[in-house]
């Protein structure tokens, strides 16, 4: 198809290159026919075709738009539990038996999706991120619009549910930045280290333990020194691997020697300083950049579940009162239908 060519809104140009419309979405599929085919007569389906089955799913998965280059391609990753949140959180609202189907169904759909993504060589993606932001907007337009209709809640105690959510989001915002990538580019046919997350003139901010900054300085001065350490010479936190008696400071991916506490992430492909770990949930490496921000967000997150949990039951369902001053959700039967 001619670059040129103009698109109407339903239209799109599929991954041959060929021009298709959003009508015919099932058809011409020979990798769904093949699927069929051998789950109607109970024989496993290989693996190739699952891959192309899912890369057809992925590429006609569209919506119509108006700018003239047709239909826009959306990410399953990002439209999936869009969809999917809600749709488990308003069945499971339908009776007790719904609430266990739910709960049971959702962290098995949400592997099961990851795995597959995983197998199409993904490494990276949103789904989590999405999944859990998705969640937490949802419960909270139902807090706001069911919940406090019926006029139990205190003011202060919404004003607190409200500026925890904000400040968790604020949080969240700042875990998800970069987490203190370390680069390696090319100058003059030499590598040369460039320190991305540097703190204070160019180097990690190690506190008061300065063997490690002196360490990493020493290495940058010296590149053609052996990239190990002798285990006996480390008194600080590594997170880097000791074999053999030694601690090996070199990275081997990005072919460069680390400074202490670094690490490689085998998602993001890049070694990052005081790393932690890699968080599905927020599609970020936890890093000397973003893990006072991450720990926030978590310990709002939980307190906001927590809270608001709590606000929900003790207005929704009858509550007891402890202590003259605590309340606790006691008759939740009426709830649902099964109970009755």
């Known amino acids: 198809m001619a670059a040129s060519e103009t698109l109407c809104c339903c239209e799109y140009e599929n991954m041959h290159g060929d021009r298709s419309h959003l009508l015919a979405f099932c058809c011409d599929c020979e990798a769904f026919d093949q699927t069929c085919d051998r789950l109607l007569t109970c024989r496993a389906v290989p ?141 003059s046919q030499n590598k040369e280290l460039r320190y991305r997350p540097s703190l204070t003139n160019g180097h990690v901010k190690s506190g008061n333990n300065f063997d490690d900054e002196k360490e990493f300085l020493e290495l940058q001065m010296n590149r053609n020194e052996d990239a190990t350490l002798p285990a006996e010479k480390v008194t600080w936190i590594d997170s880097r691997p000791i074999k053999d008696g030694k601690l090996m400071i070199k990275c081997n991916y990005c072919n460069f020697q680390r400074p202490p506490r670094a690490g490689h992430c085998n998602i993001c492909g890049l070694c990052i300083a005081v790393r932690d770990h890699h968080c599905v949930w927020i599609d970020n490496c936890i890093g000397s950049n973003n893990h006072k921000s991450f720990l926030a967000a978590m310990f709002l997150f939980i307190f906001c579940g927590c809270y608001g949990s709590h606000l929900t039951l003790t207005t929704i369902c009858t509550p007891e009162m402890y202590f003259d001053w605590i309340l606790v959700p006691s008759d939740c039967r009426w709830l649902y239908e099964d109970f009755r």
């Open 47 to 187: 693996t190739e075709t699952l891959q192309r089955l899912w890369a057809t799913i992925h590429d006609r998965c569209r919506i119509p738009w108006f700018s003239g280059k047709g239909a826009i391609q959306v990410k399953l990753d990002v439209i999936v539990p869009m969809i999917m949140v809600p749709a488990c959180l308003s069945f499971g609202t339908l009776g007790y038996f719904a609430t266990i189907a739910v709960l049971m169904f959702m962290p098995i759909f949400m592997l099961t999706f990851y795995t597959i993504w995983r197998r199409q060589g993904h490494k990276r993606t949103p789904f989590f991120f999405v999944w859990g932001l998705t969640s937490v907007l949802f419960s909270f337009l139902v807090f706001s619009g069911f919940v406090i209709s019926f006029r139990e809640i205190l003011l202060w105690e919404i004003l607190l549910l409200f500026s925890a959510l904000f400040f968790m989001f604020y949080a969240l915002l700042h875990a998800r930045k970069q987490p203190g990538y370390f680069s390696v580019v090319s100058k």
